[in-house]
């Protein structure tokens, strides 16, 4: 696994990432970036860490608006394969939140 700098509302973070998995995590990143860029402009939050967990919390709600690619039709329930791979994505989101946070929880 390389390390990854990157930057998040300014800051600057080296990020774990998987082999091949570059365009992924640049992907991530900036959308991390863009809700919390929007968060803070909208100027009602200022602790970076509400800010952080507002954007986790849209990014995640997004997600699970996603239409299931396999489901024929809009009033299909998801299947059992789509909602554990929603959740992997979901699971591995929160995960980079917490080693963005670091060992205190701050993004300061």
Known sequence: M??????ILGQSY???CPDGGDTLLHASVKA???EMTAIRAAGKVKARERIAV???LNLAYKLEQRPAATSPTPTESRS??????TQMDIDALITRIDQALGEH????
């Open 14 to 16: 080296v990020l774990g």
């Open 105 to 108: 929880g701050q993004l300061l």
């Open 54 to 56: 507002l954007a986790a």
């Open 80 to 85: 059992a394969v789509d909602e554990a791979a």
């Open 2 to 7: 390389k390390q990854i700098e990157v930057s």
């Open 32 to 34: 991390v970036d863009r």
